[in-house]
């Protein structure tokens, strides 16, 4: 069973940086797909970033690109998204989703869609404000 764990959330001003953290354990498969999301109050979750563990593809929400960068550490299953310029409408819980296949194309396709997640850390509160 994978599990996932965030960390790295807080109060920030506009135009600030943070970092998360998600750390994943578990995996028995060939291939993953670690992906950030986020849900706002009263607003539907939306994916934010993602990244394969075959390659290192990355994918991103239109609204982060340039802002958001996502790494890992394949040696620790770790996944990093580091957060810069950050805006008011970026705050959210974050949370953190993995899926694992034996197919680098259905990894892939995961990240893309930012759908078929099924394994979801506890989240981690990110405010924006001044």
């Known amino acids: 069973q994978v599990q996932l764990v965030e960390s790295g959330g807080g109060l920030v001003q506009p135009g600030g940086s943070l970092r998360l953290t998600c750390a994943a354990s578990?995996?028995?498969?060939?291939?993953?797909?670690i992906a950030w999301f986020r849900q706002a109050p009263g607003k539907e979750r939306e994916g934010v970033s993602c990244?394969?563990?075959?390659?290192?593809?990355?994918d991103y929400a239109d609204s982060v690109k340039g802002r958001f960068t996502i790494t890992r550490d394949n040696a620790n299953n770790t996944v990093y998204l580091q957060m810069n310029n950050l805006k008011p409408e970026d705050t959210a819980i974050y949370y953190c989703?993995?899926?694992?296949?034996?197919?680098?194309?259905?990894?892939?396709?995961?990240?893309?869609?930012?759908?078929?997640?099924?394994?979801w850390g506890q989240g981690t509160q990110v405010t924006v404000s001044s």
């Open positions: 990244i394969s563990s075959s390659d290192g593809r990355t």
């Open positions: 989703a993995a899926e694992e296949s034996i197919s680098t194309t259905t990894v892939h396709a995961l990240c893309f869609m930012f759908r078929g997640f099924y394994s």
């Open positions: 578990g995996f028995t498969q060939d291939y993953h797909a």
